[in-house]
């Protein structure tokens, strides 16, 4: 079974192009939504973050971070 990954973020951004291509290598299915771009995701975004707007951020298995350091 493929592990999925959602990641809100914004193209111009390297951590989220990072975190993107990462993901993507270690097999994840990664699905990205450009806040920039999709007032829907923004909103989502907003309300998993609590209001806080770095990106990117990830949500993983239930498990929500912000930002990306590399593994």
Do not use: H, W
Not at 11 to 17: A, D, R, V
Not at 25 to 43: F, H, L
């Amino acid at each position: 079974m493929q592990k999925t990954v959602a990641i809100y973020g914004k193209t111009t951004c390297p951590y989220t192009n990072a975190a993107r291509q990462d993901f993507a290598k270690r097999g994840y299915e990664v699905q990205y939504r450009d806040v920039q771009k999709d007032p829907e995701a923004m909103g989502r975004f907003l309300e998993l973050s609590a209001g806080e707007r770095r990106v990117p951020l990830i949500v993983e298995g239930g498990k929500t971070s912000i930002g990306f350091g590399g593994t």
